[in-house]
């Protein structure tokens, strides 16, 4: 069952990766941010779990990346998701109890929300630190 | 009277950051009535030492000793997963000495975490002989790497391109010693444990089905403890292990006496791979020559690592410098305790602290 | 012929003594000292290696390690301190009872260690907020050095506050 038929029908755009060079088997650019809950429920249902999300700052906005991954052979799949700073994101929570934990996080070092999220708070910098650490733009206060 | 006698109160108990069962600064919130326990809230943070951040301003070389310190326990498979991924981008291939070296070091490592987990998994459950009896061997274990590194816990001994000392006469010797002596040694100790009142404690108590390790992704032991094949090592083999022979443990209910069974038998096939690997070993160069400046091409990269917990994963953004430009880390302890606040509700209190020692978490490494 | 061993003469002592009080205390508290249970991160398992059977921390009294803080009078801080965790370790200290001591163990606990720099989570060492009595320095040091470091505080208590 190829990752390419899995996502038929949905806006998205292949980008080249090479397994031995850089560990990942495909990426995808999702175009349409909307999307995101169907490509997760079509990638639930064929058996993949979600390894992580990793997000980062770009310079003119922030980049997700959802990893998904098998657990019988390895067919590492990154979903790759443009935002603006401090954008409401839909939650994929219900579909995957992993990312509750992860999208928790993403809001905690960079500031993007998550529409539909059980309960949404900081998860693991001290109490009063203002501001996302992760951005580019953040500095350390005294 | 009556009602002062039927009034139920439900109150919240701390399982506070400093707690001799915890492993760790962790802090869970338990309401409890009577001694059930209704709901719990776990609370991360306490060792959050903002080290992705601090990992864009310093170099690639400059971070290899801080990969000790999340995962103290079996430090060398960490370094394992960051060199991995500069290899990877930079192409080079270490010589076959190296993989194998690295193969038995990684096995020790492994076999060192699973026996702290074991003495401390007893500690908690009121034991104290288990954890002297296997502390001694894993001083055996300490006393092999200070022969080759120099160091017992944090080594910083792998490096670009193999590994930054050869293995000495003194550590084969010492290596075939400890295999000599560690079979007898696990069966005393299975022995020494399983009696009544553990097998009471610990059986038909936390269960894992398979659609919660596909929904929490759950890897490592807790998931091989509920029937999951899922290991590293042969789905994504990585260095010598496709040449390896060894068998991978699986439980069937996914209790807390299964995780158990399972992590005992990783320690029989981490001691066969070890005996395969020195007999195995050839001669020549132990390192290639690494490049003085270590600036790798544009672009990102992975590599995954089965360690003593599950999939550990290291992602590293380039953008030409010196310096990443973004490190992330995906730690196996992070999606494997997520799942606590799912098991815990309707135990008691005293079960709490066995469910909790039985998913074998790190706290460093979730908070990183 | 069986060879039986000598007797053993015992030399004539006074019944009774005289000292100062102050030092029969002072070596009452040194030899019974109980560690509080506070590892925070990798100088944990140094610690628990210190007192499991190999270099056995038992034989200078300090192998009772107590769960509470209110039952004990050394705090070892084993590992970094974050700044989320400092006001917690400050509330232990005030609920130990006097005289209480502390051992400031490893790099991190002296001065942030290897993450001195950059590192926006972590206080810069335990001093900033707590009196430290001994220094042991390593990341992380090894058991040797943390009996060292207890019979160093051993001597501090003979002498005196």
Redesign the interface.
């Known amino acids: 069952m190829g990752v390419v038929s899995i996502l038929e029908n949905l806006a998205v755009e292949k980008v080249e990766k090479e397994y031995?060079?850089?560990?990942?088997c495909h990426s995808f650019l999702l175009k349409d941010k909307s999307h995101i809950r169907e490509v997760a429920k079509r990638f639930?249902d064929y058996?993949y779990?979600?390894?992580?999300i990793?997000g980062?700052d770009k310079g003119d906005g922030i980049r997700l990346i959802y990893?998904f991954n098998r657990?019988?052979?390895?067919h590492?799949t990154l979903i790759y998701l443009d935002t603006a700073y401090f954008e409401e994101v839909d939650s994929i929570a219900d579909i995957?109890?992993?990312a509750?934990?992860c999208e928790s996080e993403v809001y905690d070092?960079l500031g993007n929300t998550f529409k539909g999220h059980p309960c949404l708070k900081r998860?693991?910098?001290?109490?009063g630190l203002q501001g996302y650490?992760?951005l580019k733009s953040w500095k350390?206060e005294e | 009277m009556e009602e002062q006698n039927n009034i139920k109160q439900d109150f919240y108990v701390n399982m506070g950051p400093q707690h001799p069962s915890t492993h760790g600064v962790l802090r869970i919130v338990l309401r409890v009535e009577g001694e059930k326990v209704l709901s719990s809230e776990t609370v991360?943070?306490y060792a959050?030492r903002?080290v992705?951040?601090m990992a864009e301003s310093k170099t690639y070389v400059q971070m290899m000793p801080v990969m000790d310190r999340f995962d103290y326990v079996s430090a060398m498979l960490y370094e394992w997963a960051y060199v991995g991924?500069m290899e990877?981008?930079l192409?080079i291939t270490p010589p076959e000495r190296a993989e194998y070296i690295r193969v038995i070091m990684g096995e020790l490592n492994r076999l060192a975490s699973h026996f702290l987990w074991v003495g401390a998994f007893l500690l908690d459950l009121g034991a104290f002989t288990p954890f002297l009896w296997v502390f001694d061997a894993r001083e055996r274990i300490l006393d092999m790497f200070e022969e080759v590194t120099g160091q017992r816990m944090t080594t910083n001994y792998f490096k670009i391109g193999g590994v930054h000392d050869d293995l000495t006469p003194e550590f084969f010797k010492m290596a075939n010693d400890f295999i000599k002596m560690i079979y007898d040694r696990m069966k005393d100790v299975e022995e020494l444990i399983e009696s009544i009142i553990f097998l009471e404690r610990v059986k038909d108590l936390g269960f894992i089905s398979k659609e919660d390790v596909?929904?929490?992704?759950l890897t490592g032991p807790v998931?091989r403890g509920s029937g999951?094949?899922?290991d590293t090592r042969k789905?994504?083999p990585y260095s010598v292990y496709d040449r390896l022979n060894f068998e991978v443990p699986l439980g069937t209910k996914g209790d807390c006496y299964d995780r158990y069974k399972v992590r005992m038998q990783e320690i029989i096939q981490s001691v066969k791979i070890i005996e395969q690997a020195l007999g195995m070993i050839p001669e020549g160069p132990y390192t290639e020559k690494s490049p003085k400046v270590v600036k790798l091409p544009e672009?990102?990269?992975?590599?995954?690592v089965e360690s003593a917990r599950g999939?550990l994963?290291v992602?590293l953004?380039s953008d030409g410098s010196t310096k990443p430009?973004?490190f992330?880390l995906?730690v196996p302890s992070?999606?494997n305790l997520?799942?606590i606040d799912k098991l815990l509700p309707g135990n008691k209190i005293s079960d709490v602290v066995a469910i909790l020692g039985s998913i074998d978490i790190v706290v460093p490494e979730i908070?990183? | 012929m069986v060879k039986v061993p000598e007797k053993i003469e015992v030399p004539y002592v006074p019944g009774v003594r005289f000292a100062v009080l102050e030092d029969i205390l002072n070596w009452a508290r040194k030899n019974s000292l109980w560690p509080a249970t506070f590892g925070l991160a990798c100088c944990a398992i140094e610690m628990m290696a210190a007192g499991a059977a190999r270099f056995d921390l038992d034989r200078f009294g300090a192998g009772v390690f107590r769960p509470s803080p209110r039952q004990a009078d050394l705090m070892i801080v084993a590992g970094t301190v974050?700044?989320?965790m400092a006001s917690r370790v400050k509330t232990l200290y005030e609920q130990m009872p006097a005289p209480k001591y502390v051992i400031a163990l490893g790099a991190c606990a002296i001065s942030g260690g290897v993450f001195c720099k950059d590192a926006?989570?972590v206080v810069k060492g335990v001093d900033t907020f707590l009196p430290v009595d001994v220094y042991v320095p390593g990341c992380p040091p090894r058991p040797e050095a943390l009996i060292y470091g207890l019979l160093e505080l051993q001597k501090k208590i003979q002498k005196g506050k």
């Open positions: 031995s060079k850089t560990g990942f639930k058996d779990y979600l390894e992580t990793i980062y990893v657990f019988d052979k390895v590492r995957y109890s992993s509750i934990w070092l998860l693991l910098t001290p109490e650490p992760l350390e | 991360l943070g959050h903002g992705e951040k991924a990877r981008a192409g596909l929904d929490y992704g998931a999951v094949y899922v789905t994504e672009g990102e990269y992975y590599y995954a999939l994963g992602y953004l430009y973004r992330k995906r992070f999606a997520s799942i908070d990183r | 974050t700044k989320k926006y989570g």
